[in-house]
C-alpha cells in the first residue's frame, strides 16, 4: 500500500513557475514508477510526465516538453514536477500517481495503482 499526498499548486501568471511535491508513505517508493496527470474542467485527465522506479528514465507528453520536469528523491519518499514558463492552458487539478513495482512508465490512467488526493493549479493570463 502507497499513500500519496499532493501538494504545491497555487494561481499564477502566465510565464511563471511552480513546484508541484508529491510524498510517498511506505518504505518501498522507491520500487514504483511514478507519474503526474492533469484533469482540466470538462475534460478527461491526461498523462503529463512519468519517471522510472529507479529515477534513470523519464518521459513527458508533447504539450509540456522542455517546460515541465519530473524528479524524485527516493530517500525523501518524494516525487517533484518542476513547472516553468506556464500557460493557461496549464490550468488542471494535478494528480501524482504510482504504478505496480518495477514496471515500466504508462501514459494511461489504468496503468496506475495509487493517486494522490489532487493540487489545483491556476494560470491567468
Known amino acids: 500500500q502507497v499513500q500519496l499526498v499532493d501538494s504545491g499548486g497555487g494561481l499564477v501568471q502566465a510565464g511563471d513557475s511552480l513546484r508541484l511535491s508529491c510524498a510517498a508513505s511506505?518504505?518501498?517508493?522507491?520500487?514504483?514508477?511514478m507519474a503526474w496527470f492533469r484533469q482540466a474542467p470538462g475534460k478527461e485527465r491526461e498523462f503529463v510526465a512519468g519517471?522510472?522506479?529507479?529515477?534513470?528514465?523519464?518521459y513527458y507528453a508533447d504539450s509540456v516538453k522542455g517546460r515541465l520536469t519530473i524528479s524524485r528523491d527516493n530517500a525523501k519518499n518524494t516525487v517533484y514536477l518542476q513547472m516553468n514558463s506556464l500557460k493557461p492552458e496549464d490550468t488542471a487539478v494535478y494528480y501524482c500517481?504510482?504504478?505496480?513495482?518495477?514496471?515500466?512508465?504508462?501514459?494511461?490512467?489504468?496503468?496506475?495503482?495509487?493517486w494522490g488526493q489532487g493540487t489545483q493549479v491556476t494560470v491567468s493570463s
Open positions: 500517481a504510482a504504478q505496480t513495482p518495477y514496471t515500466s512508465i504508462a501514459t494511461m490512467t489504468s496503468g496506475y495503482v495509487y
Open positions: 519517471i522510472s522506479w529507479s529515477g534513470g528514465k523519464t
Open positions: 511506505g518504505r518501498t517508493f522507491s520500487r514504483y514508477p
